[in-house]
């Protein structure tokens, strides 16, 4: 199975400052035929279920505010919020879907300073 | 607007079966997907497996001996089985779709409680 493994396991950041969450995967997750990373973030927020924020590591879903940024590469990722507003405290989740098993992170929860 | 929405029993005992269904509207069944996850309470999210809408199944290895994922077109529905419970199986079941083999999961269902419990 791919490991993937997220730090910090939580975060407090002032509103309006920068959040940047890392995620690691054990094995590369790059398609060398499309040199795609098959790499997703998600957001959970309390009682609901995870939101698809961020696909291929850098494409945003639609409908997902450009404060949300995906990048990284090999086995290297990072989510950043690059103004933190309130709605935006949650837990993320980076997910891996290049091979069976699909594997999540452990998660980080991300609060207000 | 695709919509999954999950249906079952709360409640299950040790050492029985749980059975979930997945009613898809919205949209078809056709063409996609559709993947079973849960979450143990305050816990992070594990991917059980997944169908095509031919039938065509993939299970995490760790469940495999316990899931049947199952599928009917004409209800546009999806099923899960998970048998021989225990406490440990108690979480939050997801379902969702992916629009490939191998693709993020889009479209999530709002996930039911599943109780393990004698």
Redesign the interface.
Known sequence: ?IVMTQSPDSLAVSLGERATVYCKSSQSVL?NSNNKH?L?W?QQKPG?????LI?WASTR?SGVPDRFSGSGSGTDFTLTISSLQAEDVAVY?C?Q???????????TKLEIK | QVQLQESGPGLVKPSETLSLTCTVSGGSISGFYWSWIRQPPGKGLEWIGYIYYSGTTSYNPSLKSRVTISVDTSKNQFSLKLNSVTAADTAVYYCARTTGQLAPFDYWGQGTLITVSS
């Open positions: 199975d398609f098959y997703a998600y609901q279920p995870p939101k698809l696909y879903a989740y997910q879907f290049y091979t069976s098993p699909r594997t999540f992170g452990q998660g």
